[in-house]
């Protein structure tokens, strides 16, 4: 049996429950007696002291020399400041984390399983690259478009499969409810359906490089696939050693965004088509937004990952450090795109959609640096760098399509005379 004893003062205890007096249902499920709490409905105090108890999971209340069986289902004790322990110390919410979790439903931790914002990953790069053979070369097949877009996101799903199947195996994802594995209950199933994606996505792939007749294409995308590999499968598992993140960033930017630009074009136009700076700036920017996306989902497994000795880089460095990465990144976003614009390596126009995500910037900064020790919170980063990510590849595309658009316009005007 574990007890905490703890004092609720006159001074600060009532007055603050006056405060949360209005939003008590959002704190307790059910109906609680009031014999369970230390004040009457007048607000007068029942007794100086009270105990909570936790028996076989449950949580119990004893006030004065009567003790109270109730069971208390606190969804939200980190509202309540004004409950002090006789430590001197708040009484933590992380006790309760395990009924919290309980209350969340199998739709939510089948909705946190699919991940289907992860999946701009795959959009983006294909996006943009895309955008930069029609500004090169005024080339576009939306046949092959859809057709590595379904690819990819196969691909994205064998990621995603078997990093749950492998994190099953190593015991980070013992805790996490949402794991595919934890869910279906079955690691061979899982590891199967993986690596079925896996070969469909790399058949659409092989497709569209024999129909371009650009075999390159496909020795990037290769490259892109051997860096998810290593990232996480054995023996290499290179993200417990902190190299997730640079791996990310060449998969994702230089290797997919390059093969993609490759991809949308013709035998005898890109075949032999070089590689030009557009094309090359525009992949080192997606390359930061996506890893950017990698390192802020860690923020909230800190503990986990140092407990099987997957020393991510925010393991290293800490969740202060890592809120301080986090706003240097972003402003180095920011400031190659100004960089790339100014020497003409990427148009005006990309420029000017781009800085529109300035705000989505700011948010996903100033969110890390105020939720980067509260896990209840900063999970969510992770969804506001794929915004972020989402919208700054859009808008990096669509500007690419906006300059071609508007060069063709001013260019095929008639001369008059």
Known sequence: MAATSCNLTHASGLKKLNEHHLHMKSYFKGKIPSTLLPFSSTGKMKSSKFKVEAVNGNWFCETGLKRNRGLLQVQRLDQYPFVACASGAE???????????????????????????????????????????????????????????????????WLNLSNDVYDFDTGVDKNKKESVVNLVGSRTGTFIAAYSCLALGFVGLAWAAVVAGNMRSMLFLSCAIICGYIYQCPPFRLSYQGLGEPLCFAAFGPFATSAFYL???????????????????????????????????????????????????????????????????????????????????????????????????????????????????????????????????????????????????????????
């Open 91 to 157: 009484l933590s919410s992380s006790s309760f984390e395990d009924h919290e979790e309980e209350d969340v439903s199998k739709e939510i931790l089948i909705w946190r399983a699919i991940k289907l914002p992860i999946y701009s990953v795959a959009f983006v790069p294909l996006t943009v690259g895309s955008a930069a053979a029609y500004l090169q070369a005024g080339i576009f097949s939306a046949r092959r478009y859809f057709v590595l877009l379904a690819s990819s996101v196969l691909v994205i799903t």
């Open 263 to 417: 991809l949308q074009g013709s035998a005898s136009v890109m075949n032999y088509f070089p590689l030009s700076g557009t094309v090359l700036s525009a992949s080192i920017l997606v390359g930061f937004t996506t890893s950017l996306i990698l390192f802020c989902s860690h923020f909230h497994q800190v503990e986990g990952d140092k407990e099987v000795g997957k020393m991510s880089p925010l393991v290293r460095l800490g969740t202060n450090r890592g809120a301080e990465v986090v706003q240097v990144v972003v402003l180095m976003l920011y400031a190659l795109l100004f960089t790339f614009g100014l020497s003409k390596a990427l148009p005006l126009t990309c420029i000017l959609l781009c800085t529109l995500t300035l705000p989505m910037g700011n948010l996903v900064v100033r969110f890390v640096q105020e939720n980067h020790k509260d896990k209840s919170k900063i999970f969510m980063a992770k969804y506001f760098c794929v915004r972020l990510h989402a919208l700054f590849g859009t808008a990096l595309a669509f500007g690419m399509v906006l300059a071609r658009v508007v060069n063709t316009t001013f260019t095929s005007r008639p001369i008059l005379s």
